[in-house]
């Protein structure tokens, strides 16, 4: 019943007009493969196949599930021949490195590529997802034989790969990890321990399954500072890739959930399973945060594709679906009553749910072309002044885009009325596919610490310093000196853009010293903090597309109606949206008190 047609346009309009990745790839040689026509060919083929082989698995996927049968996992009819379809195409390979076997393409494009794949099926979506953040973790981290063995089968699909932190007592707060690593002696270490909710941890596409696992050493030192990344897999595997006997990693179970049910969520038992450090010894948090960042920025293209599978079909229904009329008079005289999407109320779902779904792509988009600079990096500095950004800007990502996925995932069950609480329709499908996506890869609650503490007051506000520089930058050059018309115009975004990054610089160096004298002002400020920062962020990115589509209404261009269209839908943002900054604003400048003063034993008289 859901339909879904790439929005290649759109996509086209962000990687051309917007951000000029044309121009950005060919700063880095590695990257100049990457030309408009390759990419148009991608694109189309990616559309394809996201279009006619990944969607009718979606909603059927939902109601086989996966089967758990004596250790082993049966994913969904028709998983696994589309899993053979992706390896086939290569397109597990697109945008990893030539000298092990991948296409070379840039991670921007592999960015591009999961958006499509993961709005047309994200539980499919999932298994190559995972191995995603391996294949980045082992290259990253992992020696050349386990480059050699490893990375090389993950690019090509023939074996997938998982991530391994969370155990029964703790998935926040990794300190409590207990899984043990014994040396062998020999170089490898014998692995033991349980690790739950593990995202494709036993599946049938593939005969081997990577596990990058964190464990600890004997000795180590207590919380964070004492845990190692390992490699584990599945099969005992000789360096040649040959697969000998079970590694005695079983699967004890998979988990019956609310949503995402076509993708495996396993109980892990390690019982002495033969595994490889990984990176330095008691540095595996540090390693796995390689897999966290790759993890966590696909958790918040989750939110967008939600948004636009749910945003699609919202608008198919809202045309088509009579009732009553509009308060202005008839617009449909001949028909018994006028089609939903004339009455405002409808009209403010629709268009909330195409902001964010747009509006979040291109925050996807800028932050894919960081993800590029740090893969092409030259030198230790150019590596680390954008690992910075990306450190900046990944939480706000994460949890406001899933945030608002999950927003928009409910306007379209609205917009159905009664039909979209009817299993048929595949909207209530996408409310509980999506639900999952603002508590894995850290919570929201959690992202929004690490933003507000981590990222912002430990720096001293370099990051959130150097981002409004940029968002200035753009402020002025653009508009407010201009006497270009359609700069001028540009204003009404400009103006409210501007003072928010004035005040967010302000309302952090508040909470900064209000944290002094009691550190409940950060947990109790936070989430409201990283909100204000997500509307702030999207308001540029709005900004951006509004300027784009001017510039090209400036020019002699064919389909004028999608840039007016982006013009009209930036207007929307910044009167309907923009303004909850407002409200967050003052609820994260308020005391903790009327949080905390209330006994714990007061809370309820059941
Ligand atoms: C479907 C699914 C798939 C998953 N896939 C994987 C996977 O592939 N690999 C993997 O390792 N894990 C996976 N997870 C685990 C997931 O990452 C954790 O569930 C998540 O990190 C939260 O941990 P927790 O469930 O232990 O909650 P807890 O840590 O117990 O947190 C409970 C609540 O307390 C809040 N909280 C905790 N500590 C703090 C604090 N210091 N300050 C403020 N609030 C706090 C949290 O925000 C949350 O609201 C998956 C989970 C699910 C359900």
Known sequence: MLSYKAPVADIKFLIEDVFNYYDHYKKHEEFEEATPDLVDAILQECAKFCENELLPLYQSGDKEGCRFDNGKVITPKGFKEAYQQYVDGGWSALSHPLEHGGQGLPPSLGLVQSEMTGTANWSWAMYPGLSHGAMNTIDAHGNDKQKELYLTRLIQGTWTGTMCLTEPQCGTDLGQVKTKAEPNGDGTYNITGTKIFISAGEHDLTDNIIHIVLARLPDAPKGTRGISLFIVPKMKTSQDGTLGDSNNVTCGSIEDKMGIKASATAVLNFDNAVGELIGPENKGLECMFTFMNTARLGTALQGVCAAELAFQNSLIYAKERLSMRSLTGKKYPEQVADPIIVHPDVRKMLMTQKVISEGGRAMIYYTAKIVDDISMAKSDKEREAADDRLGFITPILKAFLTELGSESANHGLQIFGGHGYIKEWGMEQIVRDVRISTLYEGTTGIQALDLLGRKI?????????????????????????????????????????SKSIANWQQYSVRLALKAKSDRDVVGS??????????????????????????????????????YRAKIKTAEFYFERMFPRTKSLAKTMMADPKSLMQLDQELMSFV
């Open 457 to 497: 007051l430990l720096t001293r506000g370099k990051s959130l310093n150097d981002f409004s520089k940029e968002v200035l930058g753009f402020c002025k050059d653009k508009s407010l000196i201009s006497s270009n018309p359609h700069k001028r115009q540009m204003n009404r975004f400009i103006w409210p853009l």
């Open 525 to 562: 400020a936070s989430v409201d903090f990283l909100m204000y920062s997500g509307y702030v962020v999207m308001g540029y990115f709005w900004a951006q597309m509004a300027q784009s589509a001017y510039e090209k209404l400036a020019e002699d261009v064919e389909n004028r109606d999608f």
